[in-house]
C-alpha cells in the first residue's frame, strides 16, 4: 500500500516542480503554453506483446522507438483486467467498488447499475473546465445499451446487447466525438460522430485503427480550424479496438510479418494449454493474428506520432500509449482476460514529454487508476484533481524516478450484482496472491512467486500458510479498506465461512 503522508508531501514536491508548466507564469511573466494530451490506447495489449521487452516474438518497431524516447513504467497493472471496469478506472481515477462499474456494459450489467454516471467527475471533465479543446476517437464502452437497441450485430434479438450510442451529456467533456459502444468487426467498424443522432451512425469499410488514426490525424492537422478551437490546448484520445478478438479481423499484410513460423513457434510459453477446448476463434492458435494486430496497431500509432510532430506540437503534447489489460492467448488455459495471471493483468504504460521527461525504464507498481492523476500531475494540473480520485499521483515518480511508491498492486474480479463475491488479490514486487469467496464456501487461496516462477505454474499458497496470512494483513486489507470494498475485514471467525475475515482458516489453495 502506499504511505499517505509520503504521497501527500510527493504531491507537494511535484506541484511546487511543475507548477510553471501550466498553473503559474513564467518567470518573466509571460504566461506559458498550456501543454497538449494525447492517449492511445488499444484494447487488448498485454505488455508482453512489445518488441524492446523482449518477451513474445512481436515485431512493433514503432513502440520501441517510442519507448527509447519515453518513460516506460515496466510494471504497470490493470486492477480489473476485464474492458468496461479498466476503462472506468482510467476514466474516473476510482476502483470499481467506488465507480460502480464492476462488469461489463452490456443489457445484464445494466440491470445492475453498470453504467457510468454522468456526474463522474473524469479527467476529461477536467482538463474543458480547463479550456481544453477535447477529442475522442474509437471504442467507448462506458454506456449501457437499453431499449429500443440500436441496430447493431452485436445487439441481437436474443442474446446480449452491447452497443450504444453516447449522447452528448453523457460525454464528459469531449467535444469531438467519433465513437462506438463496442462493436467487434474491425474490417467494417461503425461510428457516431458529432452530426450523428442514436439512430444514424456511419458505417467505415476501413480497418478500424487506420481509419481511427486518419481521424486522428485530420484532428491533429486541424486545417482550417474545423476540427478543433486552435486557440486552445488539445487533449485527444484515440481508443483503439484491436488487439481484441475476433483475431481474424485484421489485414493481410500484418499477417504476412509472421509467416513462416509454427503456431508453436510463435507461442511457445510452457504455461500455454494446448490440449483444452476453446471457443471458436479463441485461444493458444491465434497468437499470429493476435501479434498481427499489435503491429497494425503499432503502424498506426506511428502515423499519429508523425502527424503530431509535423503539426509542431511535439515538444508541448504529452503523449500516453498504454492499453485497459492484457490477453493469455492460451496461457493457463485462459482464452483472453479477466484473470489474475501475468499475461492479463500487465499493460503497456509509457509517458513521452520530450525536455521534461528523460527517457527510462521504471518498475513502480503503477495501477490504472493512477493514470488520472499522473496525467494531471504531468500536465501541471495536479492540484486539480478531485476528492473523488483514488489512484496516485506518480508525476514526480515519472519525472525523476526517485520516491516511494505502492507496495502492491490491487486485483478483484466481480459476478454482477454480487460485490461480496468473487475474486480479491494483490499482486506485489515479488507474489501474487489470489483470494476466491463464494456463497456458503470456504475460502479459496492462490499465490504465485513471481521471481522464482515467473510464467506461474506453481501454486504455493498451501506450502506458505504465513506468508499468505501476511500479504492478507499487510497488503490486501488496507487496499478494501480504501476502496470501500464490502470484503473489508469482519471480526475473525475460524471457520472461514463466507463473510468472515478472510485470511486462511483452512489449508491455503484447498476447496473446502
Known amino acids: 500500500m502506499t504511505n499517505p503522508r509520503r504521497q501527500f508531501l510527493q504531491q507537494l514536491a511535484a506541484g511546487a516542480a511543475l ?10 511573466d509571460a504566461p506559458r503554453r498550456p501543454l497538449n494530451l494525447l492517449l492511445v490506447f488499444p484494447d487488448e495489449m498485454r505488455a508482453q506483446a512489445q518488441q524492446f521487452m523482449g518477451m513474445d516474438p512481436v515485431l512493433t518497431p514503432r513502440i520501441d522507438r517510442f519507448a527509447r524516447e519515453a518513460v516506460v513504467m515496466r510494471q504497470a497493472v490493470s486492477n480489473y483486467p476485464l474492458c468496461t471496469p479498466a476503462r472506468a478506472m482510467m476514466m474516473t481515477g476510482q476502483y470499481p467498488i467506488h465507480n460502480g462499474m464492476t462488469g461489463n456494459c452490456h443489457d445484464y450489467g445494466a440491470l445492475v447499475g453498470i453504467d457510468l454516471s454522468r456526474y463522474a467527475h473524469c479527467w476529461s471533465d477536467v482538463l474543458k473546465a480547463r479550456g481544453y479543446a477535447t477529442g475522442y476517437v474509437g471504442k467507448w464502452h462506458l454506456d449501457a445499451p437499453h431499449a429500443p437497441y440500436v441496430d447493431s450485430y452485436n445487439n441481437p434479438v436474443h442474446g446480449v446487447k452491447w452497443n450504444e450510442w453516447t449522447p452528448p451529456e453523457r460525454r464528459h467533456g469531449f467535444d469531438f466525438w467519433h ?5 467487434d468487426r474491425h474490417l467494417t467498424p461503425m461510428y457516431w460522430t ?10 467505415v469499410n476501413q480497418w478500424g485503427p487506420e481509419h481511427e488514426a486518419e481521424v486522428a490525424i485530420r484532428f491533429l492537422r486541424n486545417e482550417g480550424g474545423k476540427m478543433r478551437d486552435a486557440a486552445k490546448p488539445f487533449a485527444l484520445v484515440v481508443s483503439m479496438n484491436p488487439p481484441h478478438s475476433p483475431y481474424n479481423q485484421v489485414p493481410q499484410r500484418y499477417l504476412d510479418l509472421y509467416t513462416g513460423r509454427s503456431k508453436r513457434e510463435l507461442n511457445p510459453k510452457a504455461n500455454v494449454d494446448w490440449n483444452k477446448a476453446y ?24 502515423r499519429i506520432l508523425d502527424a503530431l510532430d509535423a503539426s509542431g506540437e511535439r515538444d508541448n503534447t504529452l ?3 498504454c492499453s485497459d489489460h492484457g490477453c493469455c492467448l492460451g496461457a493457463h488455459g485462459e482464452p483472453t482476460k479477466n484473470n489474475p495471471y501475468e499475461e492479463s493483468m500487465r499493460i503497456p504504460m509509457m509517458f513521452r514529454l520530450p525536455g521534461a521527461l528523460a527517457p527510462r525504464t521504471d518498475d513502480a507498481l503503477m495501477s490504472l487508476p493512477d493514470l488520472y492523476p499522473t496525467m494531471l500531475g504531468l500536465l501541471g494540473l495536479g492540484q486539480q484533481v478531485p476528492a473523488t480520485v483514488e489512484g496516485d499521483d506518480l508525476s514526480a515518480r515519472v519525472r525523476t524516478g526517485k520516491g516511494s511508491t505502492a507496495t502492491s498492486q490491487l486485483y478483484l474480479a466481480v459476478p454482477y450484482g454480487g460485490n461480496a463475491f468473487g475474486k480479491r488479490g494483490v499482486r506485489t514486487e515479488r507474489y501474487t496472491l489470489v483470494v476466491e469467496r463464494r456463497d456458503k464456501q470456504a475460502l479459496r487461496h492462490r499465490l504465485f512467486d513471481n521471481q522464482r516462477d515467473p510464467l506461474q505454474m506453481q501454486d504455493i499458497a498451501g506450502e506458505n500458510p504465513a506468508l499468505v496470512d501476511d500479504l492478507v494483513k499487510r497488503e490486501l486489507e488496507p487496499w478494501l479498506e480504501r476502496t470501500g470494498d464490502p470484503w473489508r475485514p469482519a471480526p475473525f471467525d475460524t471457520t472461514g465461512r463466507a463473510g468472515s475475515d478472510f485470511r486462511p482458516a483452512v489449508k491455503p489453495g484447498s476447496d473446502s
Do not use: C, K, W
Open 179 to 183: 465513437a462506438y459502444g463496442t462493436f
Open 19 to 28: 507548477a510553471g508548466v501550466a498553473d503559474a507564469p513564467h518567470a518573466a
Open 319 to 321: 503523449v500516453v500509449f
Open 194 to 203: 458529432n452530426e450523428s443522432t442514436r439512430d444514424t451512425p456511419i458505417h
Open 279 to 302: 471457443e471458436s476463434g479463441l485461444g493458444p492458435d491465434h497468437a499470429q493474428a493476435y501479434f498481427a494486430m499489435v503491429s497494425g496497431v503499432d503502424e498506426q500509432f506511428g
